[in-house]
């Protein structure tokens, strides 16, 4: 069955292969789009939406710009997207128009309109958008099927040594949509650190010949040599596809059930997500974490989904 889904983002170069993959994959119904300030300021990831929307051909999909900033912090911008938030390509101007509505409330129209229990929520930024809704309309805790996210971890860091980058720059945030009583499937770098864009990863994706294709190798080629510099890997991870891939057939992903905290106030531990991994989980446990990845499963989503979307357009 099609699993509709929001996906709100901070495009953010992982954020772009993250929409293509929700748009291109024939068992995803992609409903709307909402952005918030993370990877870089709001104007700048909701641009880089609207042109990499434009480029994939996604043009029949609401999308609404949302929080600018933290709930009670400031903004941290990732230097390894550069100063656009998404160097490496030129975007095409944007055909796509904005929705005037702010993000958080196109999230809870979208939610209140459909079935209960048929919208997936995919954040792959950080929380403050989705925080927000459920803090206006609690009663989308109900409606809302499942929440998977890309974000914290429960061994590694990326912006402190224990602290994930979505989950460290609005810890408050976070926390209100772990503590949240719906599901919600935590999609940390234990294991999007498995999701490499390697060189045989570049071949298949070269291999399609579209001017899409040659977009998304733009953009590894610019991700690849800044995550060597600032965090010395051979072949940069894409986080933010892996939430969507858990959506689109589970079996990807391996999780397990467990309780995670978020702390808010450790004066080192800031963002951290903390799991109890040290008996199982009771049976009422709401939240789960990933533990592994089925690495080449993965890529061939993404290559096909970017194969789609690539021919879609080229004929349209």
């Known amino acids: 069955m099609t699993r509709k889904i929001i996906l709100d983002c901070d495009p953010g170069h992982d954020d772009a292969i993250a929409l293509m993959l929700a748009h291109g994959n024939p068992d995803i119904d992609l ?31 609401p999308i609404a710009a949302g929080c600018t900033r933290p709930l009670l912090r400031q903004v941290e911008e990732a230097a390894e997207h550069g100063e656009s938030g998404l160097d490496g390509v030129v975007l095409p101007p944007p055909t796509v128009a904005l929705d005037p509505r702010h993000g958080v409330d196109l999230i809870i129209d979208t939610v209140m309109a459909a079935p ?37 971890g429960v061994h590694v860091g990326n ?38 864009a390697t060189d045989q990863v570049n071949d298949r994706i070269a291999a ?4 899409l294709a040659e977009f998304v190798l733009g953009l590894f080629r610019f991700f690849r040599q800044a995550y060597r510099d600032t965090q010395g890997f051979d072949f940069p991870p894409v986080h933010d596809p892996v939430a969507v891939a858990r959506v689109i057939d589970p079996s990807i992903v391996s999780v397990v059930r467990a309780p995670i905290v978020v702390e808010t106030v450790g ?24 533990t592994a990845l089925a690495a080449d499963r993965f890529w061939d989503l993404v290559v096909d989904a970017i194969d789609r979307l690539g021919k879609a357009k080229t004929d349209a």
Do not use: Y
């Open 31 to 61: 409903v709307a789009v909402t952005t918030v300030g993370g990877n870089a300021f709001l104007d700048k990831v909701t641009r880089n939406a609207l042109g990499v929307m434009t480029m994939a051909g996604i043009t029949d999909v």
């Open 116 to 152: 209960p229990g048929t919208i997936t929520l995919v954040p792959t930024g950080p929380l403050t958008n989705i925080a927000l809704a459920i803090r206006q309309r609690p009663e989308l805790v109900d409606r809302v099927q499942e929440v998977v996210l890309m974000g914290g």
């Open 159 to 196: 912006w402190s040594p224990v602290a994930e980058f979505n989950i460290k720059t609005d810890p408050e945030a976070a926390r209100i949509v772990f503590e949240a009583a719906w599901p919600v499937t935590m999609v940390g770098l234990d294991v999007t650190h498995q999701a490499l």
């Open 208 to 211: 399609l010949g579209t001017p």
């Open 267 to 290: 004066e080192h531990t800031l963002g951290m997500t903390v799991t109890d991994l040290r008996r199982t989980a009771a049976a009422d446990c709401h939240t789960q974490a990933a």
